[in-house]
């Protein structure tokens, strides 16, 4: 009985991706945000949604710096206990993040990875709050969007 559940629910995931992601963002004008040694990182102003109370929605994308990069991910991937299986071709990360300017915290809504030839390795649920912490490069991404919405 458990088995058939668990097959429900993994049948239910794919299904909502399936029919409800829209794949890589259509049209996006990637701006660039910041990067590091192993990824840099971009995001889609013109998907920008402001919502009362400071908060806002925006598609970001991480690219991989090469080998470096890749096995970066892979790293991150192990440290979480997740699959590497096509990792070795990774090419980037889209997510769809909410931002709490005032509050300084951030959600995943959802987020995907590619490979090179742009096939979904990956679907990332919804993430609880976190705090964006100093000298992150979502920190960097903070400073972009929400800084320059004040001003």
């Not at 990637?30 to 598609?59: G, H, Q």
């Not at 951030?106 to 993430?127: A, C, H, T, V, W």
């Not at 000298?135 to 800084?147: N, P």
């Amino acid at each position: 009985m458990a088995k058939s559940n668990l097959r429900a629910v993994l049948f239910s995931m794919v299904l909502v991706v399936v029919l409800f992601y829209p794949g890589p963002v259509p049209g996006a004008d990637w701006k660039f945000c910041t990067e590091n040694a192993f990824l840099k990182v971009y995001y889609d102003d013109e998907s920008l949604s402001r919502f009362p109370e400071d908060f806002i929605k925006i598609w970001v994308k991480y690219g991989a710096k090469g080998k470096k990069g890749i096995d970066f991910w892979i790293h991150l991937r192990k440290l979480d206990k997740l699959p590497t299986e096509g990792y070795k071709n990774f090419a980037y990360h889209v997510a769809l993040y909410e931002i709490s300017c005032q509050g300084k915290e951030f959600q995943r809504i959802s987020g995907i990875d590619y490979d090179q030839e742009k096939r979904m390795l990956n679907y990332f649920p919804p993430s609880p709050w976190e705090p964006i912490f100093p000298e992150s490069m979502l920190e960097a991404l903070y400073k972009s969007v929400c800084l320059n919405l004040k001003k």
